[in-house]
């Protein structure tokens, strides 16, 4: 089973940080999730939330912030003294230090007002990494289906909260091919995973943090997991 590390080491480091991938990249970590959204100059920077205020000090939307703002926003960093000076992160940075044979999931946020073609940003910024080992996801499959017009060879994960009662139906409907499905671990039963196996793609859980509902998942057979707690399984 492949254990994404959700956010990097998210639960030993900032979230989405340089530092918070170097932790997972040292405690041994083969698969990557990030968290990818555009600044008000276009630029695509590593962050979960639409808002400042959570992982780095401030006020406002990302997407209302120009990168050279962000960059002289101090963390707020909850953990050890080791990620006190993070600055806020640009993909371009992290896909350099993520072993580029490891599978990396790189979640696109987007708010439904967006009118940018923020998949063309992300496209020019991944040139560093092989293509193959990239799988792109979003609750907004709105936005899959169109970067994976500008690139049939691309993975495609479709995130969901819920799954919806037909997902075949669902997945014909919107005109995507999935690589993945990526389903709460909420929600999720094993009927449904049998389900996905079944359309033949894989099933990607978010997210896993404790070893009961690791060993659940193990059970239905999912594909993988994602964890903030790399070493708790
Ligand atoms: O991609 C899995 C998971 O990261 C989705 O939810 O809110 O943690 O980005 P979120
Ligand atoms: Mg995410």
Redesign the pocket.
């Known amino acids: 089973m492949i254990k994404?590390a959700?956010?990097g080491a998210s639960g030993y480091a900032p979230e989405n940080t340089l530092g918070s991938i170097k932790k997972a990249v040292m405690m041994g970590a083969k698969a990557f999730?990030i968290?990818v959204q555009l600044t008000r100059d276009n630029e695509v920077v590593v962050y979960?939330d639409y808002s400042l205020g959570r992982v780095f000090a401030g006020e406002g939307n990302i997407k209302d912030n120009y990168l050279k703002e962000l960059r002289f926003l101090p963390i707020k960093n909850n953990f050890s003294e080791e990620f006190s000076s993070e600055v806020f992160p640009v993909l371009k940075e992290v896909l350099e230090i993520i072993p580029k044979e490891s599978i990396l999931?790189i979640?696109l946020?987007a708010i439904d007002s967006e009118k940018r073609e923020i998949e063309d940003y992300i496209l020019k910024n991944i040139e560093s990494f092989p293509k193959e080992n990239i799988l792109f996801?979003s609750?907004n499959h709105e936005i899959l289906k169109r970067i994976s017009e500008k690139d049939k060879e691309l993975k495609i994960?479709l995130?969901f909260e819920e799954l919806p009662d037909n997902l075949e139906e669902y997945i014909n409907e919107s005109k995507i091919k999935p690589y993945s499905i990526?389903p709460?671990a909420k929600f999720l039963t094993e009927e449904k995973v049998k389900d996905i196996k079944k359309l033949g793609y894989k099933t990607?859980v978010?997210?896993v943090n404790d070893v009961e509902s690791f060993e659940k998942l193990k059970k239905y057979e999912v594909d993988g997991i994602?964890t903030d707690y790399l070493d708790r399984f």
């Open positions: 994404f959700h956010r999730e968290d979960h999931n979640e946020k996801s609750f994960g995130l990526n709460s990607f978010y997210t994602f």
